[in-house]
């Protein structure tokens, strides 16, 4: 069993939609959470980063972290064109020297105009 | 402001052919990481450095080598390529030497290499 879950997709929705994308995870050891996104030919890029658990919002993105159920997602509201790329979870353990950040697969999203 | 840099985009090796990625940081980052990136197996890390001078084995090292002689800079080698290493290779830094712990990772947007 892989320690990060994640549905490769590709997920289709229409322009405007809310999106959700989640992860789940083995490891209780895991207190920081990121989602990165990556488009086509380029690297992941950060869009997000949390502590522990609760909701985090930055614009049209918010964070959910529930740790209870090993569970993480992310929110897109008013979806757009612009937001079709591959969404990537990440999650680390506490320790700050540590080396070891753990990723989804990967997630594609397709926003249709 | 360039963030990370990775040198070459693109490149096509045979089957035997030596090689270097060369990545190149300029936010101070204390650490530096080589992932490989292949379809259905997520980012993998290869090597990873926590500071200059210092490199260690991550999950797939087999055929790669590290070196770290600057703190901005990050060198990937391939000795002896082979088919199973197409893949694309992303660089990445994190952990601000100046206190500020716990930073996630930042990435270059990657080489993708073919070995034929």
């Known amino acids: 069993q892989k320690e990060v879950e994640q549905d490769p997709g590709p997920l289709s929705v229409p322009e405007g939609a809310i999106v959700s994308l989640n992860c789940t995870y083995s490891n209780s050891a895991f207190q920081y959470f990121m989602w990165y996104r990556q488009y086509s030919r380029k690297g992941p890029e950060l869009l997000m980063y949390t502590y522990s658990s609760g909701n985090k919002e930055d614009g049209r993105f918010t964070a959910q972290v529930d740790k209870s159920s090993k569970y993480i997602s992310l929110f897109i509201r008013d979806s757009q064109p612009s937001d079709s790329a591959t969404y990537l979870c990440?999650?680390?353990?506490?320790?700050?020297?540590?080396?070891?950040?753990?990723f989804g697969t990967g997630t594609r999203l397709k926003v249709l105009a | 402001n360039a963030g990370v840099t990775q040198t070459p985009k693109f490149r096509v090796l045979k089957t035997g052919q030596s090689m270097t990625l060369l990545c190149a940081q300029d936010m101070n980052h204390e650490y530096m990481y080589w992932y490989r990136q292949d379809p259905g197996m997520g980012l993998r890390l290869i090597h990873y450095s926590v500071g200059e001078g210092t490199t260690a084995k991550g999950e797939v090292p087999d055929g790669y080598n590290v070196s770290r002689l600057k703190k901005q800079n990050f060198l990937l080698g391939l000795e002896s390529a082979a088919p199973s290493q197409t893949s694309v290779y992303f660089c990445a830094s994190s952990y601000n030497s100046l206190g500020q712990s716990n930073q996630p990772q930042h990435f270059g947007d990657g080489t993708r290499l073919s070995i034929l």
């Open positions: 990440a999650m680390r353990m506490a320790d700050p020297g540590t080396y070891k950040y753990i």
